[in-house]
């Protein structure tokens, strides 16, 4: 009998498989010939000559011809699907896929803006090892769902100039005292600047005496309480910061410029090969080497996700599924391309893409993953604009 069972279970596996590997072929044959416009953010010459390289490549290899729409801020996006809804355009929408993950996923879900769920899946799926990061089923706290589809990882570095500094600060404590011994060394970017407000939420998981509540809606915790350390920190910090404060830089990118121009004494980044990038071009100095605070920095996902009205679902499918491929997340993390850190599980792989991984090139100042050690989790997403609006209160000028 049990026999029996097992060989029923067998064959109903294979079926389950065969239909979705026919399924999967429907979608290549509805995606031939579809336009698909890729709503990404364009702030970056390297990110956009990856993506054209992917534009090119699912052309070649799927016949689907991708648009890159540049954008300066993905909410922009959010918004047009948004009003789109509100039109009654339910169907032909202008968007197909979105380069997203955070507040605005959660709005497009909250919303029923979503295509799927579709991302569990795409047959390079397989390759996703959800039980490796919280933060891809977890987009700052809101359920992925299937709903959006990984493509990269980022992780919060610091640089110094090793030729000026010898021992950088490795937390937050340590950095305040840094401050204060050096005034005038540290900045950081002015929220609600991404990396500006990621700078006040690693601030606020290393001073808060509650960080469970960080995890939850802020709605159900008791905000002053637990942000409390988080402004005392902050109010010792800032009169000793670049300018006393009184104003920040507005990116990464200045602050690596101030970093060269020796105005400053740390830079920070989401791209962990930042450093290394600028040296290759000659924009910081080859003693300029990234480092992560002793108990770890934030770090996420970043996602595709297809909005609800999309006229080319399958074609978005296609580019999603070509996105998680080892062909394209092993030329992704190359430091040369982006340097952008892969979603993919290296367990998962066959031993060819394992060692093209391993023969990656490694930028002069990038550190590896072993270095990089464990990233701490996104708060609640829900803390971004209340963490916003309270910092503009009481420091915007």
Same mark, same amino acid.
């Given at each position: 009998? $049990?026999?029996?069972?097992?060989?029923?279970?067998?064959? &109903?596996?294979?079926?389950?498989?065969? %239909?979705?590997?026919?399924?999967?072929?429907?979608?290549?044959?509805? %995606?031939?010939?579809?336009?698909?416009?890729?709503? *990404?953010?364009?702030?970056?010459?390297?990110?956009?000559?990856?993506?054209?390289?992917?534009?090119?490549?699912?052309?070649?290899?799927?016949?689907?011809?991708?648009?890159?729409?540049?954008?300066? !801020? @993905?909410?922009?996006?959010?918004?047009?699907?948004?009003?789109?809804?509100?039109?009654?355009?339910?169907?032909?929408?202008?968007? !197909?896929?979105?380069?997203?993950?955070?507040?605005?996923?959660? /709005?497009?879900?909250?919303?029923?803006?979503?295509?799927?769920?579709?991302?569990?899946?795409?047959?390079?799926?397989?390759?996703?090892?959800?039980?490796?990061?919280?933060?891809?089923?977890?987009?700052?706290? /809101?359920?992925? !769902?299937?709903?959006?589809?990984?493509?990269?990882?980022?992780?919060?570095?610091?640089?110094?100039? @090793?030729? @000026?500094?010898?021992?950088?600060?490795?937390?937050?404590?340590? $950095?305040?005292?840094? *401050?204060?011994?050096?005034?005038?060394?540290?900045?950081?970017?002015?929220?609600?600047?991404?990396?500006?407000?990621?700078? $006040?939420?690693? *601030?606020?998981?290393?001073?808060?005496?509650y960080p469970t509540a960080l995890s939850k809606p802020v709605t159900q915790v008791d905000f002053d309480q637990v942000t409390k350390p988080l402004w005392a920190f902050l109010d010792r910090l800032h009169p000793n910061t670049w300018r006393s404060g009184t104003s920040f830089p507005s990116s990464s990118e200045q602050m690596m410029r101030l970093l060269d121009d020796q105005e400053i004494d740390l830079a920070l980044s989401f791209d962990v090969s930042a450093a290394s990038v600028q040296i290759?071009?000659?924009?910081?100095?080859? /003693?300029?080497?990234?480092?992560?605070?002793?108990?770890?920095?934030?770090?996420? @996902?970043?996602?595709? %996700?297809?909005?609800?009205?999309? *006229?080319?679902?399958?074609?978005?499918?296609?580019?999603?599924?070509? &996105?998680?491929?080892?062909?394209?997340?092993?030329?992704?993390?190359?430091?040369?391309?982006?340097?952008? +850190?892969?979603? $993919?599980?290296?367990?998962?792989?066959?031993?060819?893409?394992?060692? %093209?991984?391993?023969?990656?090139?490694?930028?002069?100042?990038?550190?590896?993953?072993?270095? +990089?050690?464990?990233?701490?989790?996104?708060?609640?997403?829900?803390?971004?604009?209340?963490?916003?609006?309270?910092?503009?209160?009481?420091?915007?000028?």
């Amino acid at each position: 009998m $049990l026999k029996k069972s097992l060989l029923v279970s067998g064959v &109903l596996a294979s079926l389950i498989s065969t %239909a979705g590997a026919q399924d999967w072929q429907d979608t290549l044959e509805e %995606a031939k010939g579809q336009t698909v416009y890729w709503n *990404a953010w364009g702030g970056s010459d390297n990110i956009n000559a990856y993506i054209d390289w992917i534009k090119s490549s699912v052309k070649e290899e799927y016949q689907v011809n991708l648009k890159h729409v540049k954008l300066a !801020d @993905t909410a922009d996006a959010v918004s047009r699907v948004l009003a789109e809804k509100a039109a009654g355009n339910n169907n032909k929408g202008s968007i !197909d896929l979105i380069w997203v993950n955070g507040e605005n996923f959660r /709005t497009l879900k909250q919303n029923n803006l979503l295509f799927g769920p579709f991302s569990q899946g795409l047959p390079n799926y397989q390759y996703i090892d959800e039980s490796s990061k919280k933060s891809l089923t977890q987009d700052f706290g /809101t359920d992925v !769902d299937g709903m959006e589809s990984p493509w990269g990882a980022a992780q919060v570095i610091f640089m110094y100039d @090793t030729a @000026t500094v010898s021992q950088p600060p490795k937390s937050m404590a340590q $950095l305040l005292s840094y *401050a204060e011994r050096n005034p005038g060394r540290i900045s950081y970017p002015e929220p609600p600047q991404f990396l500006g407000t990621t700078f $006040l939420k690693q *601030a606020l998981i290393e001073t808060t005496h509650y960080p469970t509540a960080l995890s939850k809606p802020v709605t159900q915790v008791d905000f002053d309480q637990v942000t409390k350390p988080l402004w005392a920190f902050l109010d010792r910090l800032h009169p000793n910061t670049w300018r006393s404060g009184t104003s920040f830089p507005s990116s990464s990118e200045q602050m690596m410029r101030l970093l060269d121009d020796q105005e400053i004494d740390l830079a920070l980044s989401f791209d962990v090969s930042a450093a290394s990038v600028q040296i290759d071009q000659g924009n910081l100095s080859d /003693t300029v080497r990234s480092y992560v605070f002793d108990r770890g920095t934030i770090g996420n @996902t970043h996602f595709v %996700a297809i909005p609800y009205n999309s *006229a080319s679902t399958a074609g978005a499918q296609v580019v999603a599924n070509f &996105l998680l491929s080892p062909k394209a997340q092993i030329k992704k993390q190359d430091p040369t391309t982006w340097g952008d +850190l892969s979603v $993919l599980s290296y367990n998962r792989l066959s031993q060819q893409d394992k060692t %093209a991984f391993d023969n990656l090139p490694r930028g002069i100042a990038t550190l590896t993953l072993d270095e +990089l050690g464990e990233s701490l989790p996104e708060p609640h997403v829900s803390w971004v604009e209340a963490l916003e609006k309270e910092w503009r209160k009481r420091y915007a000028k």
